[in-house]
């Protein structure tokens, strides 16, 4: 019997096209880039962030709203809560 296959961190607010995301962005730079999949994305309290790293190291920022219960606490704000 297999596992199931663990989601990668990055889905962790979202569920998006990951390879448009890449194919896009690289079209617009003109440079291919990638995206740390095992990185939990940094979010804040309204929205959630990944980094976007091209070939000459120049990042760039995706930012996106967040939704649901995860739009009002954050893990981190909930620790903070907490302790």
């Given at each position: 019997?297999?596992?199931?296959?663990?989601r990668p961190r990055v889905f962790a607010y979202a569920t998006f096209d990951l390879d448009a995301l890449i194919s896009f962005a690289s079209k617009l730079r003109g440079q291919s880039c990638s995206?740390?999949?095992l990185a939990r994305?940094?979010?804040g309290s309204t929205h959630w962030v990944i980094f976007i790293t091209f070939e000459d190291?120049?990042?760039?920022v995706f930012?996106?709203?967040?939704s649901g219960l995860?739009?009002?606490v954050t893990e981190e704000s909930a620790?903070?809560?907490l302790t």
């Open positions: 019997m297999s596992k199931p296959t663990k995206i740390d999949t994305p940094r979010a190291g120049v990042e760039w930012r996106s709203p967040r995860s739009a009002i620790s903070k809560l």
